[in-house]
């Protein structure tokens, strides 16, 4: 079983930037790819970042590709994404996911492959 909480959300300026944190226990993260995940209201879950389980792989979605960055510090169990010049369409709850245990190191994009989720950090991005 691995628990994950996320932090960092909050309200910020177009243009601003936060940096979430997900912090994992129960068991180490690195047995696992992470994943960034965000819902707006009225929209489906869609994929915002992945990295794979040494780091050594990341992926982004189009719309964040630039503008934020994930990282990971296994040694810390925790998984970071940094969000930077923010925009209003940002807005949603922001989920860290870890992977089912694959052997591979390697990137994932689909929700179907996550298996631990958190509950989530609000980020609200005013004009």
């Known amino acids: 079983q691995v628990q994950l909480v996320e932090s960092g959300g909050g309200l910020v300026q177009a243009g601003g930037s936060l940096r979430l944190s997900c912090a994992a226990s129960?068991?180490?993260?690195?047995?696992?790819?992470m994943g960034w995940f965000s819902q707006a209201p009225g929209k489906e879950r869609e994929v915002v970042a992945a990295?794979?389980?040494?780091?050594?792989?990341?992926g982004y979605s189009e719309s964040v590709k630039g503008r934020f960055t994930i990282s990971r510090d296994n040694a810390k169990n925790t998984v970071y994404l940094q969000m930077n010049s923010l925009k209003p369409e940002d807005t949603a709850v922001y989920s860290c996911?870890?992977?089912?245990?694959?052997?591979?190191?390697?990137?994932?994009?689909?929700?179907?492959?996550?298996?631990?989720w958190g509950q989530g950090t609000q980020v609200t991005v005013s004009s």
């Open positions: 996911a870890a992977s089912l245990p694959y052997n591979s190191d390697s990137t994932y994009y689909s929700d179907r492959s996550y298996n631990y």
């Open positions: 129960g068991r180490t993260v690195s047995s696992y790819a």
């Open positions: 990295i794979s389980k040494s780091g050594g792989n990341t």
